[in-house]
C-alpha cells in the first residue's frame, strides 16, 4: 500500500474511533434505536410537545417536555443498566 493512503487510512481511522465513542455518537444511536420501536408512548410524547407549541401554550410545552424528557431518562438509565 502506497504512504500516503496508508497514512490517511490510520488517520481515518482514529476519526472514527474518536466519533464513535464519543457521548454525542451514542447518544445520536440511543435515540435512533429507541425511536423507531414502537410502544412506550414516545410517539406521544413528542405530539403531546407539538400540540402545545402549535397552541402557543407554553406551560403546556415545558410540561410536556419535561414529561417526555423524564421518561427518557428513565429508559436511558434501565438500557443501561442504572435503573
Do not use: C, F
Request: no cysteine; net charge positive; glycine share 8%.
Amino acid at each position: 500500500m502506497d504512504q500516503a493512503v496508508a497514512g490517511y487510512s490510520r488517520q481515518s481511522s482514529g476519526r472514527i474511533s474518536r466519533l464513535i465513542s464519543s457521548p454525542w455518537w451514542r447518544t445520536a444511536v440511543w435515540i435512533r434505536q429507541n425511536i423507531r420501536k414502537p410502544g412506550e408512548g414516545r410517539l406521544d410524547e413528542h405530539e403531546a410537545v407539538l400540540k402545545a407549541v402549535r397552541a402557543k401554550n407554553p406551560r403546556a410545552a415545558r410540561t410536556a417536555m419535561h414529561a417526555h424528557m423524564d421518561s427518557a431518562t428513565k429508559r436511558l438509565r434501565a438500557r443501561l443498566g442504572g435503573g
